[in-house]
């Protein structure tokens, strides 16, 4: 069992920011974590990933990024599933953390002990929020690099249908408020999150 200390360096994280956000109506990437806060989805997702992570990528494209850290979606209609396939060729590390940009309340608390629960388990991991569908955070170990490729491959499309195939466990964030697993996807769900954060 990998122990808290040493398992950045074994982890490669990915920031997924690649989709349309057709139904925010506009770009996910640049919306603020907090009406007054300077810091925008997409810094705090990267600035995640650079502390759980030994290394990171977008999976993607920004201008506030480097090109070398940056993996393009070349079918950006094709989901998150395609753009992971392409992915997971060029990683080298035992694991890899999945996260979304439009995840505002995730913290290193929570990724770290997420972390640590697909260590444990040696297997896929996905994230069950208090209310609603399994999900990011996903956690891939090197032996299901393959499979992932080849369902992709042969025209699967969803993600989450594909990994459940593969078997995976379960993590509740069950120590965590609800808004840690929460995604953002609409104004109103915007809207609602700024207001939990003025009245937290």
Same mark, same amino acid.
């Given at each position: 069992?990998?122990?808290?200390? *040493? =398992?950045?360096?074994?982890? %490669?994280?990915?920031? $997924?920011?690649g989709g349309e956000s057709k139904r925010m109506g506009q770009c996910k990437a640049q919306l603020r974590v907090a009406d007054s806060s300077a810091q925008t989805f997409l810094?705090?997702?990267?600035? $995640? $990933?650079?502390r759980v992570c030994g290394t990171q990528f977008l999976l993607g494209?920004?201008?506030?990024?480097?090109?070398n850290l940056q993996w393009s979606d070349h079918s950006p209609l094709a989901g998150p599933l395609k753009a992971l396939a392409n992915a997971l060729p060029k990683i080298e590390t035992e694991w890899v953390l999945l =996260?979304?940009?439009?995840?505002?309340?995730?913290?290193?608390n929570a990724l770290q002990e997420f972390q640590q629960f697909a260590n444990d388990h040696e297997s896929i991991a996905l994230a069950l929020p208090e209310k609603g569908q399994l999900g990011f955070p996903v956690a891939i170990p090197r032996r299901e690099f393959g499979a992932i490729i080849r369902a992709s491959e042969k025209g699967a499309s969803s993600l989450f249908s594909v990994l459940n195939t593969l078997g995976c466990?379960?993590? %509740?964030?069950?120590?965590?408020?609800?808004?840690?697993?929460? *995604? =953002? *996807?609409t104004p109103q769900q915007l809207g609602e999150w700024h207001s939990a954060q003025e009245s937290s």
């Open positions: 069992m990998a122990s808290a200390h *040493n =398992i950045p360096k074994s982890w %490669t994280g990915l920031l $997924l920011a810094q705090h997702g990267w600035s $995640l $990933l650079r494209q920004v201008p506030e990024l480097a090109p =996260i979304p940009v439009d995840m505002p309340g995730l913290h290193q466990a379960i993590w %509740t964030a069950e120590h965590h408020a609800p808004l840690v697993l929460e *995604n =953002i *996807n």
